[in-house]
């Protein structure tokens, strides 16, 4: 992979890490407001539902911000594009489809057939 293809990832996950760092903020100065009281059980549990289904969004961006971590370290240690499991290159394609990731489609691909075939 050449420089100028590592730089367009660096910019674009460090752009995408505070992105999801800032909604993190967001997140978490909402939830901190004073309680609302609902004296309707059903609006309070509208309010309920709508918080879950905020923390498991959140949830899933925390993990998402690990991987994006993870993928900025490998830019820094001169590993990023290169494939964990076989070593081999990782496509720009891929990772312009799925820039956290650490594996080329191939070793993905067994992989996910071996946890298909394992019931996992």
């Known amino acids: ?55 498991r969004i959140r949830d899933r961006e925390s993990k998402l911000i690990r991987k994006i971590k993870a993928a900025l370290e490998r830019i820094e240690n001169g590993t990023f594009g290169i494939c964990e499991t076989c070593g081999g290159e990782i496509s720009v394609k891929r990772l312009k489809a799925r820039p956290v990731t650490s594996q080329c489609i191939e070793c993905k691909s067994k992989e996910e057939a071996l946890e298909k075939a394992l019931g996992l």
Request: proline share 5%; no cysteine; glycine share 2%.
């Open 1 to 55: 992979m050449n420089k100028k293809d590592v730089e367009y990832f660096r910019e674009f996950l460090t752009k995408r890490l505070e992105e999801l760092l800032n909604q993190a903020d967001d997140t978490v100065s909402g939830m901190t407001d004073p309680k609302e009281n609902f004296p309707d059980p059903t609006d309070r549990a509208a309010l309920e539902a709508d918080r879950n289904f905020m923390l």
